[in-house]
């Protein structure tokens, strides 16, 4: 919960609204489904005015993380999400659909080495789209995680290494999750 | 293929007939929550549907924004429940 | 033609996952098990569908919609089933365990 300690002045702010400005002139022409010139002088102008106005609310989610490569990484991560989705999704059928619901629920905690609320953040949002685990606590470097069956929480290393990749983050030497 | 459609439609609406069970019923206020928002999805599903049989493309921002708001609505529900004294009304 | 089978298809399978999460919300014995069907089978039943329609309707503006759509379902479905559970685990909402052992969910 420390993500405010960041102060929004000086060359840090402007790219946050330079960044905002252009996320929201991105909403406007997927509102508008037009790029003709009214339409989008229009937009340029509410853009503006509304990324100036929020910029101190939704700037501290831009994270300076956010940098071209990891963009460019990022539809090889959507593509193999979307396949532990897949995964996930037949693992929960046949759970669901076998008469006797062999569940053995349980909460585990997990220690992360990601670093920074975004990686973090990321973690806890594809733990919960794979296979039999929902992360219902995220406080600090601490998840907790209800998992349908135990055998569903040796999936949690390899994915934080999916989004470890996906940030660049190497991983300390001393280990100390469990 | 617009009756295809409007199959599907109508299967996933009686989905969501069904989901409003467990938020008319279920034992915990955080149940209804579920509840309310596994209908909002399928509502959502639905008009997205209906934006195509009935080849009308303006529906579909009626859906963008309908899943902001389910997304707003879920969001603010959980964090009234989760705030200290909030008592379980029987 | 071929690309309304296409669409026929993943709309089919669509349907499917979100009739396998109505069937995990009324069978799941908690509230913690049953976050699992709603944030899995309705994210990739509702994805799929959006899907269908995107190849059903072609290259277009609406496709950007859809596209829209669905990223945001992705990330909002499972940060709402995050914050429903996180509010249950707060209140200390039990949690169902096997052999009907019923404890507190503090979570240690």
Known sequence: MNIGSRELTGGGAFRSKLLLFFLLLLFWIVLTASLALHELVMGAVCSAFVGALTVSLLGRALDPRITPSVLLRLPVFMVRLVWEIIKANIDVARIILNPRLPIDPRIVEYRTYLPGDLPRTVFSDSITLTPGTVTVELRGDLLNVHCLCPYHEEGLAGLEKLVAWLFQVKKPEVEENG | ?90 | MARDIVAGIFCCTGTFFFILGTTGLLRMPDLFTRLHPSTKCDTLGACSVIVGMAVHNGWSWDLLKLVFIACFLLLSSATCGHAIGRSALRRHIPYWKKKEVKEDGHGA
């Open chain 2, 1 to 90: 293929m617009d009756e295809f459609l409007t199959a599907i439609a109508l299967i996933i609406g009686l989905n969501a007939f069904i989901c409003l069970y467990r938020a008319a019923v279920g034992p915990t206020t955080q149940d209804r929550v579920l509840g309310v928002n596994i209908v909002g999805t399928k509502t959502l599903v639905v008009v997205i549907l209906v934006t195509y049989i009935l080849a009308e493309n303006y529906f579909l921002d009626v859906a963008i924004v309908y899943a902001l708001l389910l997304f707003v609505v879920t969001v603010a529900l959980s964090r009234y429940l989760e705030a200290e004294g909030w008592k379980e009304v029987p």
